[in-house]
Structure formats: C-alpha cells, structure tokens
C-alpha cells in the first residue's frame, strides 16, 4: 500500500482488536479472526493486528505472526491491516519483513520500552525501523521526554506514514504538528476517543480504538462528528461512551483490555481472560457494572448480540 494511501486510512478509526485465547490460554485463530472479521464488517478504516488492546507485549513473537495471519484471513481484503511490530530491533525488522509476507498493509512500531531508552536514541530506533521496513510504518510515541525536533525527525522520513500520539501533552502536540508542516505525515490520536476531540482540535487527525470490538457504530459516529465539525455532537456521544473508558482506566490502565475483552465474550463470542500482568478478569461487581451499560447500549440500538462460528484459518497456515 502506498504512503498516501495509508495516511489517508489513518485520517479515520484506526481499531485495535482483541486477541483471542483457548481454554488451555493459547492464541485461537479462528476466534481472533472472527474478531477481526466483525471489526472489519462494521467499517473501520484502519485495523491494527497485535497492538496493545490485542496483548502485543504478553505474546511471544511466534504469537503475533499468528495473529498478524488471522488478521489478515478474518479482514479480507475490506480494510488495511496494519500488523503491530516492536521489540528488539533486530526483532521489529524481521517482523515487518514477515507482514509483508503475509499480506499487511503497513507496520505499527510500539515505542521501546527499555528503561535505559533515551528519548533521540528512541527516535533512532523508529527512523532505522523504518528505513528497513518494505511497509508504510507509523511510531507509536507514548512516553514523555521527546521534544519537538524529535517529533519533526520523525514526521520527514520518508516511509513514516503517520505518528500515533498517545501522550496527552496537547502543547507538543500542537507544537510537533505545525512545526512539520507540509512533510505530510499525519499525527493521529493515540489516546482513543476520550481524547479524540482535544485532539482533533490540536490538529491532529483520526484516532485508535478499542471500543471497536465492542461497540464499533459508536466509535464510527465520534469520527463522523468531528471530520465535520460537530464537536457538540461528538462531545454527546463521548458522555455516552465516557462510564466503558473510565473502567478501563481502573488500576493504572490494568483494567483495560480486560472491560473490552468481557464486553466481546458478553457479545457471544468467548475470547478468554487477559494474561497478566493485565488483570485476568473483573471483580463482580465491576462486570455488572460493565454489563449494566451494555445492557442499556444494546437496548439503544448502538450494540449487537452475536452468536456466529469462528472464521476457518486453516488455509492461513
């Protein structure tokens, strides 16, 4: 896929699916393909194979691939798959050049989560992980620490299709995103839709999505409200959608694979606990909680039951 091409799937919702375990806690392909297929099925501009809502950093590298081909089996062709990529670097190279095997789109490079990591050596990382990649790849900055220069290093490679931003420093962001004007490389929300509208606001465009899996008309509707100025409007859905993304927030973010991962199986489709160091699953009273809003989204319109057979990938190898 072109550069162009990408960054113009990353002005919409980039979702991030959740990856699907068996009883025993392995990946199960067919269940994770079907994941992608609804999400697929729903709209969704951008889909991101392994990412953070799917456990990228509680999988083996053996583990992703294998979610990067349910991926690209369940989306079929209706959607750009951008696989998730990261690690060492050596590591991350060999992963893009394996989703481009197997039929990715683009690659998605996780920021190194070394402790010793300075902040130009991770731009170093990005920028070499790009000029080795035969996919657009887009850095997914989320710690503190870069500055602007950072930021506009980034922006001018060549194969850098966009900037996942998820820190909520709107100044840098603002600041990143009118330095780099006209390189092209677009700046997309990294925070999902609670902070989609600051964002927008700031300049950047597009966002990531977990609620996708759960509730994938409402994530589109934010995107429709804001790609045309409605900002009231998608300030009504946000109030909406605000009570599923405060749960996620519980135990410093511990808690957030794990509401959406309930809210799928709570749909009909069972994609088992998350692994630790996630929280496995909800208290009680939390998945009430959870299902209670369900219960009311369903009853809205805005959320589907489904009860279908997982997606045959055993063509996919």
């Not at 997914?140 to 620490?145: E, Q």
């Not at 929280?279 to 009311?296: H, N, V, W, Y």
Request: with cysteine.
């Amino acid at each position: 896929m072109s550069i162009a091409t990408m960054r113009q799937a990353l002005t919409g919702v980039s979702g991030v699916p959740v990856t699907a375990y068996n009883k025993n806690g392995e990946v199960e392909p067919r269940s994770t393909a079907t994941v992608y297929r609804r999400v697929a099925m729903a709209g969704i501009h951008n889909i991101v194979a392994a990412g953070n809502t799917g456990e990228f950093y509680a999988l083996t590298v053996e583990e992703i691939r294998s979610v990067h081909e349910a991926a690209v089996t369940g989306v079929d062709g209706k959607a750009p798959v951008t696989a998730a990529i990261g690690r060492s670097l050596r590591e991350a190279v060999q992963m893009a050049r394996d989703a481009a095997a197997i039929g990715a789109s683009a690659v998605m490079a996780h920021q190194p989560v070394d402790p010793f990591a300075a902040p130009s050596a991770q731009i170093d990382y990005f920028c070499k992980l790009a000029d080795a990649s035969p996919l657009p790849m887009i850095a997914y900055v989320r710690a503190d620490g870069f500055n602007v220069e950072d930021m506009v290093r980034l922006a001018r490679h060549e194969n850098i299709a966009g900037i996942k931003f998820a820190t909520p420093d709107l100044m840098l962001l603002s600041r990143a995103i009118s330095a780099s004007d006209p390189a092209g490389t677009l700046f997309v929300c990294g925070l999902a839709e609670s902070w989609a509208l600051s964002f927008t606001a700031a300049g950047a465009r597009g966002f990531t999505s977990g609620l996708v899996n759960v509730a994938p008309k409402l994530s589109l509707a934010v995107h429709e409200a804001l790609a045309s100025g409605d900002y009231d409007g998608a300030r009504a859905i946000l109030n909406k959608l605000e009570p599923f993304e405060r749960m996620r927030t519980k135990y410093r973010n511990g808690a957030n694979v794990t509401v959406v991962k309930e809210a799928v199986t709570h749909s009909g489709l069972n994609v088992g606990p998350v692994r630790v160091p996630g929280l496995p699953m909800l208290d009680e009273s939390d998945r009430e909680e959870l299902f209670r809003l369900l219960r009311a989204w369903e009853a809205a319109g805005d959320i589907q039951r489904h009860g279908e057979a997982p997606v045959d990938t055993r063509a996919a190898g």
